[in-house]
């Protein structure tokens, strides 16, 4: 019988793939040695493998040039990057090595637009989208940057009273778009997003409040839908909705020649994932293609806002599992030496499924475990419902230590977990290492931070911890 973790992960799925390979037992990522990287630094560790970023921009922008040939496309394609998916300098400098443009979702975004326009990584030429409700640091950011030259920023108005408080902020005149609020997913507990104005509005909203308004020039329609770019009627029957509202405000409002779809592209969740993204441009751009010939419009230029597209398959996290617990003849918990709702806090709060894979140790034996973090939570925990399938690992053994690695967890996990907060039970945030390659084509290696210690959290709280060293 084949009873070793190798020969479990052969029979389920094709294996090596693309990212995943083998050295004896020990496991890669794109070709980086796991198993060196944990014994160098100690676990657990998060990590951000750079060239991934920029790997995933020229995929994107790849597939939509074909798109663009294949249906004669006439207008032009504009990659975005969601900064809210990952702020990080690291992140953001990488993204902006391949011309993109920029999506904002709240007021110190601009301040980070700026700190990069100062460096030197982005010019006046780089859209900036300014999605999100905006309050009144929002709107003057916005307006600050827009006044110091920055005409291709485009706040996306969200509610009723955003063209009043930026025209008033505003010195000149500014473009906008209008996000659409699309009707939510029939199985949601909403029907229509509280993000944007509803389909039925927009035109109103145009006539009564942009037309005569000699400062605003509107150029953009926004739709994002909330469950993302899919195969499936809801999507389809909300992107042809949409369209029509494009077309019937084009046909009044001639400076409207952008259509922005948002983001919403799927990353790999697990080994069995497929999803033919050339297929999705290409079917998106036939639709508009179609809609706009018969209502005798030109096409409008595309705008994405990849967010976890853009960063999420570039980050991981290793951890090692301290000891087992058998609690009765079916459970047995692998505790790893972190938490997970503090690590990677889509799992708790969502079920998200990341792809997960013992580094080392793959010629050994398997068996069934539930996973569990360090928390005195019961919810901190990673099981079967998030991982598709049960988890399997290689035997616990307490002499030889086991490493496990979350893969494609780098987008929104270090946002909504508060990274360098406050950690739930005070178990500390990981350290983070940053990995590049040189021009050889070797791997660099660079900790970014340190794990958390005692001290950081504890002056977070409140106490005086220099009084105490003296
Ligand atoms: C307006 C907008 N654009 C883009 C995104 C990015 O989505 P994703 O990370 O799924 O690409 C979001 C995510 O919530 C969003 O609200």
């Avoid at 009043?164 to 209008?178: E, Y």
């Avoid at 360090?374 to 290689?394: G, V």
Wanted: proline fraction near 4%.
């Amino acid at each position: 019988m084949n009873t070793k973790y190798i020969d479990l992960i052969d029979q389920t799925y094709y294996f090596p793939q693309e990212e995943f390979n083998l050295d004896g037992e020990y496991l890669q990522f794109h070709g980086i040695p796991l198993n060196e990287l944990v014994q160098k630094y100690g676990s657990p560790l998060k990590f951000t493998y750079l060239p991934k970023i920029s790997d995933n921009i020229l995929r994107a922008k790849n597939w939509f040039a074909n798109a663009i040939e294949k249906n004669n496309y006439k207008g032009k394609y504009h990659y975005c990057y969601c900064t809210k998916s990952s702020h990080f300098q690291h992140v953001m400098h990488e993204a902006l090595k391949n011309e993109i443009h920029m999506e904002t979702s709240s007021a110190f975004d601009i301040n980070i637009i700026e700190k990069l326009k100062k460096d030197g990584k982005l010019t006046d030429q780089t859209y900036v989208i300014c999605n999100g409700f905006k309050r009144e640091k929002y709107i003057d950011n916005i307006a600050r940057l827009i006044n110091s030259g920055h005409q291709n920023c485009v706040p996306i108005i969200d509610n009723y009273e955003e063209i009043d408080l930026l025209s008033d902020a505003i010195n000149d005149t500014f473009k906008v778009g209008i996000r659409i609020a699309s009707e939510e997913e029939p199985k949601f507990e909403f029907y229509t997003s509280r993000l944007g104005i509803g389909y039925k509005n927009i035109v109103p909203f145009y006539e009564n409040q942009i037309k005569d308004n000699d400062k605003v020039e509107l150029k953009m329609l926004h739709f994002f839908i909330n469950t993302g770019i899919r195969d499936n009627a809801y999507y389809w029957n909300e992107l042809v909705k949409c369209l029509k509202v494009y077309v019937r405000l084009k046909k009044i409002c001639p400076s409207l020649d952008s259509l922005n779809i948002g983001g919403g592209f799927p990353i790999k969740n697990s080994l069995a994932f497929e999803y033919d993204y050339q297929y999705m441009i290409n079917e998106i751009l036939n639709q508009i293609n179609i809609t706009c010939s018969e209502a005798d419009v030109p096409v409008p230029h595309i705008f994405t806002e990849f967010g976890s597209f853009t960063v999420g398959e570039s980050g991981g996290a290793i951890y090692e599992i301290l000891y087992q617990k058998q609690q009765n003849d079916r459970e047995k918990w692998n505790m790893i030496d972190s938490s997970f709702i503090t690590t990677l806090p889509d799992t708790w709060a969502i079920n998200k499924r990341f792809i997960m894979l013992p580094i080392n140790r793959w010629n050994d034996e398997y068996e069934r475990v539930l996973l569990g973090g360090l928390t005195c939570d019961s919810d901190d925990y990673y099981n079967s419902e998030q991982n598709m399938n049960a988890i399997y690992l290689p035997r616990y053994k307490r002499e030889k230590p086991l490493y496990i690695g979350f893969f494609n967890t780098g987008a929104y996990q270090e946002s909504i977990g508060g990274y360098g907060g406050l950690q739930h039970c005070l178990i500390p945030q990981p350290k983070h290492i940053l990995i590049d390659k040189d021009e050889n084509g070797n791997f660099t290696y660079k900790q970014f931070r340190a794990q958390q210690k005692a001290e950081d959290l504890l002056d977070i709280l409140g106490y005086d911890v220099t009084a105490e060293d003296e």
